[in-house]
């Protein structure tokens, strides 16, 4: 099957969204099918060889975070251009409701189109404002997934119908195993992988409760993994512990895992604002003692508080006490880890993506995916919405 895969995000920013397409990407590839995927990336940005560019993308608030996104005419005749000339059985989209390439690729193309919702979007008003303009691209889908029940319950909500229940997916076997990062063997380390200028990944939280814990647990080290502003993050933290926290800034695949091998509690202090939590199930395949936020999406993930443990979100004392208990205790510890092992196995891409394809093979065709004429309105949203990717 020849299958095109459309990104939201730029490629060169990681998230999420953008490493559940890598990874389906990849599965699919594995399991024999032809898969292009295209999305925003920088000019100097190192893409694989299955991904093409579509620009650049343009920093836009969005959902309580800051998503880089493309959308405008140039991105639209790339989005065209790719779809005419990858003759597509199946074209898979990321995010269509949002201004950006899914919903260009909605608009310039037909057939059989089958589209991933991730994003659980609340009470926005905005959103639902914009539905009606969009509403002439999503009809062309004949496919709906959510990674999500939060996501799934967006999408009933602000624009009907109903999607089948597929959730993001990991790569099991890529944490399974990894040897600990150097200097990080003695005493005891509480870990955090996001972006750590990002507020709703909750970090000023976990800073506040390790600054708690650091006061009367000596051999106490954070180790923070992610994009942000350094000096910010010291600054939040009294300076007699500024020598016990790593801070190791964008990190490679590789260290990513051997992050998670190295640290005796991995914690996730989101503030809310997410469907899944990929980030959950890559450090339970590596086996870690798993510490979050009692976010809905968190709870089902952890299976309400079986394969990690939980807090009150946001409350900084209650993570406090609850990294404690888990430090002074390895064996409790040793039985989320395993607990963990075991919850994380029906997330494997092994498994997921051929519940996908499943998907895709409800709304393959003989005639494959098409080029199609913008229509009107939606052309017009393209000049009205999105030029700025059109600047050099």
Known sequence: MRIGIVCPYTWDVPGGVQVHIQDLAEALMA????????????????????????????????????????????????VRRWVR??????????????????????????????????????????????????????????????????????????????????????????????????????????????RMDEPRKGLPVLLEAFALLAAERPALRLLLAGPGDADE???????????????????????????????????????????????LTEAMSAGAAVLASDIPAFRKVLDEGRAGALFETGDAASLAREAAALLDDPGRRARLSEEARLAVRKYDWSTVARDVLRVYETVASTAGVEEDAVPGAAGAAVGAVGERDETP
Do not use: Q
């Not at 925003?40 to 996104?69: C, D, H, I």
């Open 31 to 78: 399991d024999g099918h032809h898969v292009s995927v295209i999305s925003p990336a920088a000019e100097n940005a190192e893409l694989p060889p299955y991904v093409t560019s579509a620009g650049r993308a343009v920093p836009v608030p969005f959902n309580g975070s800051v998503a880089r996104m493309s959308f405008g005419f140039l991105s639209a005749n790339r």
């Open 233 to 279: 993050v010291l600054g939040r933290v009294p300076a007699a512990f500024h020598d016990r926290i790593g801070l190791l800034g964008m990190v490679s695949e590789e260290d990513k895992v051997r992050a998670y091998h190295t640290v005796d509690v991995f914690c996730a202090p989101n503030l809310g604002g997410e469907s899944f939590g990929i980030v």
């Open 85 to 194: 000339e990858g003759r597509f059985d199946v074209l898979h989209v990321h995010e269509p409701a949002i201004p950006s390439l899914g919903l260009l690729a909605c608009w310039v193309a037909r057939g059989p189109i089958v589209a991933t919702f991730h994003a659980s979007y609340g009470n926005s008003r905005s959103f639902s404002v914009g539905v009606p303009v969009i509403m002439s691209a999503l009809e062309k889908i004949g496919g709906r997934i959510a990674v999500s029940d939060a996501a799934r319950k967006t999408l009933v909500e602000f624009m009907g119908g109903d999607a089948v229940l597929i959730p993001n997916g990991v790569t099991v076997s890529r944490y399974a195993e990894g040897e600990p990062l150097p200097g990080w063997d003695e005493g005891e380390v509480i870990g955090f992988l996001g």
